[in-house]
């Protein structure tokens, strides 16, 4: 009750003065005198509810008495204080249970297949434990995915960095980090649930041990598709219209968020074999041995597809915007991706054939070569394109870094070495009998995917830092005015309307989108040669376009 009086007593201030702002600025335009006027009488007349300031304080304050009578023995100013909690506050303790809940029980889980595989008792206990693994492994890394994300939000909000503004989202619905805490606390329960009672299947002799993972990923589509108000429908609903456009890449025009996300599920190429893998082994009438079978197709062309669809976008911006650099340039680097996987595919299938692994084939030696240049390509372009970093300065405040920065310099220069280092994970899958009865190959696969979605968190925090700064951050705008008609302003907003974000003070003045876009339309507003009798300015904020 105390919070609502206290936005409604809120509200009512915001609307009294932006009423006197309003007409403050109309006296100054017009030379007229009606401020005074109005907000003294015609406001009291019409809309009194916005002059009687006393009666909301008068609830307000009795409030206050009431809650320090009843629970503070009396104190006034330690009941406001108590009353005055922040709203994040208020939910801090029901999240922190459920996050320690789900660690608690994650936790659990691990310690359990820790101690049985130590003791060599998987194999006699859960004689399909290794497509068990698989298959929740797939539900797994987007549920981790979500946690990082969280873990980037709670960062860009600490930081005071506008994510909402750069993701298009709306600022008065979006998702807060605490909010999307708790839905990956939810999700992480359900799953450690699932796989504890696949972990005592035996107390359950009638129910098959494949209805585990498969009433988990059933849930979690229902989870995502559910139609009512409950977990927030209207962020699930945008979700599912991103997915949407990432999945039909090449029809629809490219945001921000399309191409963040795709570039998510890069790094989650393994869920997604995961996920073929688990429907094969499900709908098989056998124990699923051909699903694993160096040569079935669909893993490579699976393992392709992330890639395959930001190549998709990249080439949707380049018919867009008609610029090669970025888009063309971006687009080469994710055709790196299809000769890694069409030589490692090559490779395992002959070295399948020849019945032993340990053979050096010229498949390998490709793969090696393409997968070299992947990671050179893909290195200089997160820190020079998707970070902002490597930039050519007169004087740079520091060395390699931008000059405007958000975080602390030590932040980049550990990025840069962190994604140096687990770029080069892949060599590890160059000589996997290091590890031959130390550690079987998926449990490898699953630590390396680890490491890779470790990687993609923390390039997650610079590159929406640089997007931030580049697009968003008045420092580095460079604001032009020129002289225009309006009705040029009214037939270019009416053929692209997406290009206006904003109204500026001066009469018809606008701030424009992507000017290095419309080069065209600049020589067409600024060939108009005097400066319209109205005093009309178009004004642009020049800004990097999202690669």
Known sequence: LY????KVSQFQLLNYNGFGKILKKYDKVTGESIKKKYVGEELGRYAPSLCDKARISNFIDEVEVKFGNFFLHGSVSRSRQALRVKPEQMHGTWMAFRVGLALGLFLHVLMKFGFDYDSNKLNNDYPHWVAMLIAYRAMLFPVLLLWAFSLNVFVWTRMN????FVFELNPHSHLSYRQLFGLASYLTIAWTISVLLYAYHYKFPSVSVVAFPASLAAFFLLFL????????RQSRFWLIGVLFRIFTAGFHPVAFADFFLADQFVSLAIAFKDLEYTICFLSSSNDGTHCTDPAYIAFPIISALPALWRFLQCLCRYRDTGLAHPNLVNAAKYSTTFFVVIFQSLDTVRRGELHDHNTWTTYRTFFILSESAHFVYTYIWDNKMDWGLWQRQ??????????????RPIVYYLAMVNDLCLRLTWLLTLTPNAFKGTIHPEIFSTILALLELFR?????????ENEYVNTVSLETYTMEEVPVDPAIVATAINEDPSVLVGVGARGGSAYFHGLEHRTPLLRQLTTTGEEPADGSRLTFARSRSIT
């Open 3 to 6: 919070t609502q009086l206290q």
């Open 225 to 232: 598709v559910n139609p009512t108000k409950s977990f927030h």
């Open 456 to 464: 993609r968190c923390c390039w997650n925090f610079l590159r929406v």
């Open 161 to 164: 960095i506008n994510h909402a």
């Open 394 to 407: 007169p004087k740079p405040p520091h060395s390699l870094l931008r000059s405007v920065t958000v975080y």
